[in-house]
């Protein structure tokens, strides 16, 4: 990740662990943040999402799954669409 | 010139499919002599004059089209799975009608936002928790997304029970219940505490479900 991108890691992991009471010291960039990584499910996506177009303005309505795997690719998509 | 006659189409076509829905609403008021009944009067009101969140169960196809002719005082705009959004033979319809299609298989919010927009625009939404037919007699397990909807725009949730098995010429019931009582904006994971609410919602639409006239 470039320097832009991981200061909008450490934003979404804030975000993340206010809106989903995510403890700060598990959620690492690289964790996946649905299944057996920290176990959320589509209900908070929506969490997210809401959370992420609040902070960046970016909008990831109808975006496929790939983005949501981590907070290193979460950053990434928040990066290129910015 | 083209895009004139595909303006000129488009609105012929929802002209003629509000034609449609007229007709089907006389012939549903005529076929299954539909009853409705207020637990709490102060609901009906209420749905005639703000924007509401309809949580209903979910035994035939003809909830989708019923309920929104029932209470036709109530603009309804109805959450439909994108499998039948996009079947042919509906889409056109479901198109130029008030219907949100949403996609179960995938993480997509736009359901979301499209009825956060309804819900705006001072209308209700319609949605089946279940997200499928449920015809054992019981209300099936109930998908949290109706309450992160309540959450995102603090509109009511109002559940309601359609019962009666359609039958023509018989009695098709619709009991509709008072605002469910639950803090959506309590703080924790949603998929958590939207698990909790949708047991309050479910216990109350049980009660309805078995309600005796």
């Not at chain 2, 098709?172 to 924790?188: C, N, P, R, T, Y």
């Amino acid at each position: 990740m470039n320097e832009q991108e991981l200061k909008i890691a450490e934003k979404i992991k804030e975000l993340l662990c206010e809106s989903l009471g995510i403890e700060a010291d598990v959620l690492t960039n690289e964790i996946p943040l649905f299944g057996d990584g920290i176990g959320l499910d589509s209900i908070d996506s929506l969490e997210m999402i809401a959370a992420i177009d609040k902070e960046f303005g970016v909008s990831m309505t109808g975006v496929g799954k790939e983005p949501f795997y981590n907070v290193e690719s979460l950053a990434k998509y928040v990066a290129s669409h910015i | 010139m083209r895009k004139g006659i595909k303006k000129a189409a488009e609105l012929l076509l929802r002209g003629f499919v509000r034609v449609v829905w007229a007709i089907w609403t006389l012939l549903t008021w005529t076929a299954y002599r539909p009853r409705i009944v207020y637990e709490d009067e102060t609901v009906k009101k209420r749905l005639e004059s703000e924007p509401c969140i309809l949580a209903s169960n979910h035994t035939s196809h003809h909830d989708g089209s019923f309920i929104p002719q029932v209470l036709f005082k109530c603009p309804l705009n109805v959450v439909v799975t994108k499998k039948w959004y996009d079947k042919k033979a509906f889409n056109w319809m479901f198109r130029n009608l008030k219907y949100i299609s949403i996609d179960l298989d995938s993480m997509s919010s736009e359901w979301i936002e499209k009825a956060e927009a309804a819900l705006r625009r001072g209308e209700s939404v319609l949605i089946f928790p279940a997200g499928k037919l449920v015809t054992d007699g019981t209300l099936g397990e109930l998908h949290p997304g109706f309450l992160m909807l309540a959450k995102f725009t603090d509109a009511p949730v109002i559940p309601l029970i359609s019962r009666g098995g359609y039958r023509i010429f018989r009695r098709q019931e619709l009991i509709v219940g008072s605002e469910i009582a639950f803090d959506v904006h309590m703080k924790g994971r949603p998929s958590v505490v939207m698990r909790e609410g949708t047991e309050v919602c479910k216990k109350q639409m049980e009660k309805m479900l078995n309600r005796q006239n």
